[in-house]
């Protein structure tokens, strides 16, 4: 069973729309949680991390972590073009990497 | 900005045969991942390292060798490539739970 789910699968967000992806996760050894993004053909590149209960804001994106729950959301306000990518949820316990999801692929549409 | 690079870019292996991908770093960081990445499974860790010297199995190492001869280099060695090993390889460098900066990628066929 993946230990970190996400949905939905895939994402059409009309330009200056709001996206909303989820993150869950089932294992409670995990501490910390990072939002990474992948433009095609690129490596991923880490979009925000968030381990304290509650929101966290950075530009467009805000991220919010239940720890109760181990669910872990991002939203991106304003989408943009450049937004289109493959978005991955991470979750770390530290003692090895990064266990990823199976991403969100965000589309915005003109 | 912190500095993966990784080679090649692009190789096609026979089966059977031996393939190595490098991966160099520029951040002094201690940590350094190899991921491999296909649709439907996302990323998955291969092998890792706390040093130069030192290489841990991570979720999926079955086929798959390390090596960490210096801070800066870390090696994933494929002794007999299968066609199931065909994927797109990320390596990637931090430190604890710090932010992992990935190289661009390496794509694997095997033939």
């Known amino acids: 069973q993946q230990k970190v789910q996400q949905s939905p699968e895939s994402l059409s967000v009309p330009e200056g729309g709001m996206a909303s992806l989820n993150c869950t996760s089932s294992?409670?050894?995990?501490?910390y949680f990072w939002w990474y993004r992948q433009h095609s053909g690129e490596g991923p590149k880490a979009l925000m991390s968030i381990f304290s209960d509650g929101d966290k804001k950075e530009g467009r994106f805000t991220a919010h972590l239940n720890k109760a729950s181990l669910h872990v959301s991002l939203h991106i306000r304003d989408s943009q073009p450049s937004d289109s990518a493959l978005y991955f949820c991470?979750?770390?316990?530290?003692?090895?990497?990064?266990?990823f999801g199976l991403g969100t692929r965000v589309s915005v549409f003109p | 900005e912190a500095a993966v690079t990784q080679s090649p870019r692009n190789k096609v292996a026979v089966t059977g045969g031996k393939v190595t991908l490098s991966c160099n770093q520029t951040n002094n960081h201690n940590n350094m991942y190899w991921y491999r990445q296909d649709t439907g499974h996302g990323l998955r860790l291969i092998h890792y390292?706390?040093?130069?010297?030192?290489?841990e199995k991570g979720d999926i190492p079955d086929g798959y060798k390390a090596s960490r001869p210096s801070q800066e280099n870390f090696s994933l060695i494929l002794e007999l490539a299968t066609p199931s090993q065909t994927s797109v390889y990320f390596c990637?460098?931090?430190?604890?739970?710090?932010?992992?900066?990935f190289g661009p990628g390496t794509r694997l066929t095997v033939l």
């Open positions: 990637a460098s931090g430190e604890g739970d710090n932010e992992q900066f």
């Open positions: 294992d409670r050894n995990f501490q």
């Open positions: 390292s706390y040093g130069a010297g030192s290489t």
């Open positions: 991470a979750a770390s316990d530290w003692a090895q990497g990064l266990t």
